[in-house]
């Protein structure tokens, strides 16, 4: 079986699957330090990263931006001194979508391959 | 009297003086597209910025990282598709002070200045 960050997001339109419950529960593994949430009904994956100051914190965030550009499928990315919160879902569905959880995979390997924790 | 964009943030310790009624009244005349508003108790600025896509409200956000990096002062910067968010306070006195108005207003130059809105 592909792992996430070998998959790619497809184009999502309303009516598309959302993830089951097995599908979260296995795709889960693959990201464990994202959390599922639930905000305005709506189920989201989230992860906060800690940096040492803000230009590593903002450097990460353009990290995300690229990579989302790269999938075509764009989370929400609060920047702060020393954290970047990242939420994810699929809005075309209001829920969440195999494509937030390659998304998410694809942006944990974007931090390890960088050097913005060290 | 200086305008807000003249002025430098100053290095805000706990203890500092808040923004007064009057000072808030004023200063907020200067941006008048920034609202106060008040979450966990505290008062904050706020303003949203819209885009024609992801890449300039990312633009944007470094924009606005660069000001906040120059001033030493740095505010909560949520990036989306076509949206930016940003949120404004001190968080060494849990309230307002001359130094968000500050920096409210060069974000406010720092559009006016850049071409992501054309």
């Known amino acids: 079986m592909d792992s996430l ?3 790619e997001c497809v184009a999502c339109r309303p009516g598309a699957p959302a993830a089951t419950d097995d599908e979260v529960e296995r795709w889960q593994q693959e990201i ?16 906060v990263f800690r940096f040492s100051n803000f230009a590593r914190a903002l450097a990460f965030t353009n990290i995300v931006g690229e990579l989302a550009e790269e999938e075509g499928h764009h989370p929400r990315i609060t920047t702060e001194w020393g954290k970047v919160t990242v939420t994810i879902w699929t809005h075309a569905i209001k829920n969440l979508h195999r494509n937030d959880f390659i998304l998410a995979a694809k942006i944990d390997a974007g931090l390890a391959a960088s050097n913005l924790t060290e």
Not at 32 to 47: A, Q, S
């Open 5 to 7: 960050t070998e998959m």
């Open 32 to 47: 464990p330090d994202w959390k599922l949430v639930t905000v305005r009904d709506i189920p989201r994956l989230r992860r």
